[in-house]
């Protein structure tokens, strides 16, 4: 395997973008942190990869658009995924691992706020027997939340901890767009919204960006003092199904940390929409009660569809660079309820 | 005045898939007021029925039907439903295991608030009164006192009229915004002008202007007011009718490249024989009524030959 390392990451995360749903406007100034991260220009990317969506756009090929913001003359190698950027990155992790390239930026991109978030997210579901009824977002993840309640896995408590902690570490976060923590007592007095869930223990619909540059060996160490050296990187995938898994698990988020190695891990970076699933990937990762988890807030402080998780990942990052930590997870999901899980484990190196 | 213009857009579009033995026999019963379900190699019931075991992998074919009564094992609180739900006031989305069956499906339940929703209760499936062969034919489940009947029986004759495709129409409604350029663009139409962006790199002229110069992703900054003629770069004759045409074919979709640009657009070629357009003629804009304008590139009905000579290949060779 060859040493790959994160170099360099950028972020933009609003409620509401004014502006086309390419993101190209957004794209263009992410892109210049890169380059001014790294000290180099577009033709130092050797593979582009990019996670967004046309559901998500109202428009087709909007991913195409978002090239633009590259420049392709000369042609640039590229490819894209309709997943969360987290699994472009996988893609690009794996060019790199092939030898084809030693260098790689990946964005992703997403407009939530153009459309119905939660009801757009029905499309990903089983088109005969689930898309025709729209079990919107919101409602399968409180299918989840009782799902644990009723087994004892987890109370309406133990979620208002997980929002109380994001949302006051999320008081740090220059890009989350929810912030400020309270207590747990006051966040259970608030009313329930789609009970078993009230609004907080749900991710605010976010639009945003982000990209994040991966070096091989003496690339990453030519344009970054403490790269973030990728240790283990995993995914799987659970049964879309929500009547024939145990919804309180995660097995496919279980196997991928077991594949990429959670060991002497001190920073978590999970990307848990609602509350509970954060309790639900703390188990199935297994990480010990000392594992710092979402310091920058997490999903609950900002989700932005098809960003989320590279930005998770780019969290954990960051910490490595700026040597607050040596060994870092981030963990990214997509599909309903958990179903899709990845792993990515960093180190420093001295 | 707002950063940029925005107009409601609803994509829609009907999926038409076939359904395969396995779901079109579960929806097959659906029609008939009936519950299909699959013993799988573990002994599970299973409704909706999986395609295949999800331990051998291999077709299931050991058909049951259950019953249209079962218990909630899970739900939760729809305060504020989305079009297209099974119900248009406040419901619960519950998992109902069904009698006779060992997992749960997602469904509707119709009460009128969570206080009369618990995890056990016991619900019965509505019946859409229209049943076409869908998910749908459950319209939802209702509260119910009736106790459970036993299990699951092997599924008997389903009749010879089989459902063998789904018709699933799919519509999303947008907020769709131009970007500030483009926005640019379309106030500039509206006053009867035409207006580009020139990248400071590399110096070309996109019209209508993008947020990057495609070619070196510098953002284009310049605004360029463009003449209304130009020349023909390349040119197709439609000769095929479809949906929301608008002109009766045959008619010419040319791309015209306007005087000072570097990017040729889309618009039609009117005025002239369809088997006369050619590459390089010359054209120029032809605006309706100032009365009918809007921020729409309809303003501009489509574009005449102007009676010049033809453009020299060279003159537009790059732009092709």
């Not at chain 1, 658009?65 to 000369?74: C, H, L, R, T």
């Not at chain 1, 939660?118 to 005969?128: A, I, V």
């Not at chain 2, 659906?30 to 992998?57: A, I, M, Y």
């Not at chain 2, 092997?154 to 459902?163: A, E, F, S, T, Y």
């Amino acid at each position: 395997m060859r040493d790959v390392a994160v170099v360099g990451f950028a972020q933009r995360q609003m409620e509401e973008f004014d502006g086309s749903p390419t993101c190209v406007e957004l794209l263009v100034p992410l892109f210049a942190e890169c380059y001014e991260q790294t000290g180099w220009t577009r033709r130092d990317i050797g593979f582009w990869c990019s996670g967004s969506s046309d559901y998500l756009a109202g428009r087709s090929f909007s991913f195409v658009q978002a090239v633009d913001a590259i420049g392709v003359i000369p042609p640039v190698n590229e490819s894209h995924v309709e997943m969360d950027a987290a699994w472009a990155l996988y893609e690009a992790w794996l060019k790199i691992q092939t030898g084809e390239v030693d260098t790689a930026l990946v964005y992703g991109f997403g407009k939530s706020s153009a459309g119905t978030l939660r009801r757009t997210l029905s499309l990903q579901l089983d088109p005969y027997t689930m898309t025709p009824l729209w079990p919107d977002t919101v409602s399968l993840a409180g299918l989840q939340a009782r799902a644990g309640i009723d087994a004892g896995l987890w109370d309406e408590r133990a979620m208002a901890e997980v929002a109380n902690r994001s949302l006051t570490d999320a008081e740090k976060n220059e890009y989350a767009i929810r912030k400020g923590g309270s207590s747990v007592e006051e966040l259970l007095a608030r009313p329930m919204y789609a009970d078993p869930l009230r609004k907080h223990d749900c991710a605010p619909v976010t639009d945003g960006a982000a990209a994040m540059v991966l070096a091989a060996g003496d690339r990453a160490r030519e344009v970054c003092d403490r790269p973030a050296w990728i240790t283990g990187f995993s995914h799987y995938v659970d049964p879309i199904s929500m009547g024939t898994r145990d919804l309180t698990r995660a097995p496919s988020a279980a196997r991928a940390a077991a594949a990429a190695g959670t060991e002497g891990v001190e920073v978590a970076e999970l990307h848990a929409p609602f509350s509970h699933q954060e309790l639900v990937l703390r188990r199935e990762l297994g990480l010990a009660d000392d594992v710092v988890v979402n310091p920058s807030g997490g999903a609950l402080a900002g989700n932005p569809m098809f960003t989320s998780g590279l930005i998770r990942l780019g969290e954990a990052a960051k910490k490595v660079w700026q040597g607050d930590a040596s060994r870092v997870l981030g963990h990214a999901t997509s599909g309903p309820a958990l179903q899709q899980n990845i792993v990515c484990t960093m180190e420093g190196r001295n | 005045m707002s950063r940029t213009l925005s107009a409601p857009v609803t994509v829609a579009f009907d999926y038409t898939r076939s359904t395969g033995p396995v779901l079109g026999r579960f929806l097959t019963g659906l029609r008939e007021k009936r519950v299909v379900g699959v013993r799988t190699s573990e002994g599970r019931v299973v409704v909706p029925p999986p395609e295949f075991d999800p331990v051998t992998h291999q077709q299931v074919d050991d058909f049951v039907e259950v019953a249209d009564t079962g218990t909630v094992t899970s739900w939760t609180w729809v305060p504020e439903p989305v079009k297209g739900q099974p119900l248009d006031r406040p419901f619960a989305f519950a998992l109902v295991t069904l009698d006779g069956a060992d997992v749960p499906m997602v469904h509707a339940l119709d009460v009128t608030s969570p206080d009369q929703v618990r995890t056990g209760m016991r619900v019965r499936i509505r019946w859409a009164e229209e049943r076409v062969g869908a998910i749908t034919d459950i319209a939802c489940f209702e509260p119910t006192e009736d106790a459970a009947p036993g299990t699951a029986i092997k599924l008997g004759d389903l009749g010879d009229n089989p459902v063998t495709g789904v018709i699933t129409p799919v519509e999303l409604d947008y907020l769709y915004a131009a970007s500030p350029e483009e926005s640019s663009f379309y106030r500039a139409i509206a006053e009867g002008r035409i207006i580009g962006q020139r990248c400071p790199t590399c110096g070309k002229v996109y019209v209508p202007p993008r947020s990057a110069c495609p070619a070196d992703g510098t953002p284009t900054t310049d605004e360029v007011e463009l003449s209304h003629t130009g020349t023909v770069t390349t040119f197709c004759i439609v000769n095929v009718p479809f949906l929301g045409q608008r002109i009766t074919p045959p008619y010419v979709s040319a791309y015209v490249l306007l005087d000072g640009a570097d990017i040729a657009f889309l618009h039609l070629i009117l005025d002239i024989p369809a088997e006369e357009v050619r590459m390089g003629m010359r054209v120029q804009a032809v605006w309706k009524p100032r009365e009918e304008w809007g921020t729409t590139i309809e303003n501009i009905s489509h574009f005449s030959p102007t009676g010049e000579p033809d453009a020299d290949y060279d003159t537009y060779k790059q732009h092709l």
